[in-house]
Structures are given as structure tokens and as C-alpha cells.
């Protein structure tokens, strides 16, 4: 994984923030899973922590962030708080970066402003497009 520097993190950060204002409600609904990434990046991980790491991304890419406090994290994916502690601890922390009070995963955010950047400019491009007359009219 390429590192960011904090300064250049949190500016990533800050970005997806004023996105997520700026789409009013309206966020993106999909997103690109790099398949070969993903599986070479949890290439030790078993199939059920590759879920819990998927439900945990989910999360980000629906709310924006997760929580930083464990116990909130293990409620997310529904798993019991000591079991979710040692898999956060042994596979699942170093997927995720801190800023503030929040967890992100470097990756999704890209895809996430990514994403909203397109759904921004499509928007911005239908507005300033002029209306379409009706022939019939």
C-alpha cells in the first residue's frame, strides 16, 4: 500500500468530506472492488475475515468513516467485542488509517471521492445542458 504522509491524508479526508456535503444526500451507490487487490491483500485471511473486512468497508463507503472505539467496530459487523478485538489486533487494524476520531480505509476513500466526483460532474453536466423542447409543443 502506498503511504500518504498525515498531511496528505487528512487533505484526502477533508476531500471526501466536502463531497459528501456537496451531494447532499444524493451519495454514490456503487463502487469498484479491485478483485485481485483485494484477495492478494487479504491473501491470509480466511473466508470469514474477508467478510468481516468487506462489512467493515461497506460501512465506510456507506457512513463515510468508521468509528475508532473497537466495541462499536464489533457491533458493526455483529461479532462478540473479545473475538473482534483479536482479529482487529492480528489482520484488520493495519487496513485502516486514523484521522480524528475516525477510522478510513485509504483505498475506499479514493474510490468513494472517485465516485462522488463523477456523480458531482455528471450532475453539474445534465444542469448546464439546455432542456430538451418537445417537437410537438
Avoid at 20 to 46: E, I, M, Q, W, Y
Avoid at 63 to 71: F, H, N, R, W
Avoid at 79 to 107: C, H, I, P
Wanted: with cysteine; charged share 25%; proline share 3%.
Amino acid at each position: 500500500m502506498d503511504e500518504l504522509t498525515d498531511a496528505e491524508f487528512s487533505a484526502l479526508v477533508a476531500h471526501a468530506d466536502d463531497l459528501r456535503r456537496r451531494c447532499a444526500g444524493r451519495l454514490p451507490h456503487t463502487v469498484s472492488l479491485k478483485f485481485n487487490s483485494f484477495v492478494l491483500g487479504t491473501a491470509s485471511f480466511t473466508w470469514q475475515e474477508r467478510g468481516i473486512y468487506l462489512g467493515l468497508l461497506y460501512r465506510q463507503f456507506d457512513k463515510g468513516y468508521l468509528p475508532t472505539d473497537v466495541a462499536q467496530l464489533a457491533s458493526v459487523v455483529s461479532m462478540e467485542v473479545q473475538q473482534f478485538t483479536t482479529l482487529w489486533q492480528t489482520k484488520l487494524a493495519e487496513k485502516f488509517r486514523n484521522s480524528g476520531d475516525r477510522l478510513y480505509n485509504k483505498t475506499m476513500l479514493e474510490e468513494w471521492n472517485a465516485q462522488a466526483s463523477y456523480l458531482l460532474g455528471k450532475r453539474k453536466s445534465k444542469a448546464e445542458q439546455p432542456a430538451e423542447r418537445d417537437p410537438f409543443r
